[in-house]
Nanobody, 120 residues
């Protein structure tokens, strides 16, 4: 069993910054890809940024130049640094991990989400 725990969500003013963290715990052989998604009220969940085990990153167009994803493979953690936040960034942010688990093999896990609210 693998658990993903997100932290760092908060209320921030437009133009402000926030850092989210995701920690994976459990019997993990490796994590191929760690991804941040978000879901705003009434909208579908959307990909924000992802990073693979080699450090290659992918960003949604709406966060390019403002958000930075990083990971620590040794600690099974991923972070999302968010700068110049806008009201439209308000959403629940979810961490997702594509893992290799003993016996089971490749599988996917989601965190419970952390609320980010951007408002004056």
């Amino acid at each position: 069993q693998v658990q993903l725990a997100e932290s760092g969500g908060d209320l921030v003013q437009p133009g402000g910054s926030l850092s989210l963290s995701c920690a994976a715990a459990g019997n993990i052989d490796s994590i191929y890809v760690m991804t941040w998604y978000r879901q705003a009220p009434g909208k579908q969940r959307e990909l924000v940024a992802r990073v693979d085990s080699g450090g290659t990153t992918t960003y949604a167009d709406f966060v390019k130049g403002r958000f930075t994803i990083s990971r620590d493979n040794a600690k099974n953690t991923a972070s999302l640094r968010m700068n110049n936040l806008k009201p439209e960034d308000t959403a629940v942010y979810y961490c997702h991990a594509h893992c290799v688990i003993p016996i089971i093999g490749e599988t996917d896990y989601w965190g419970q989400g952390t609320q980010v609210t951007v408002s004056a």
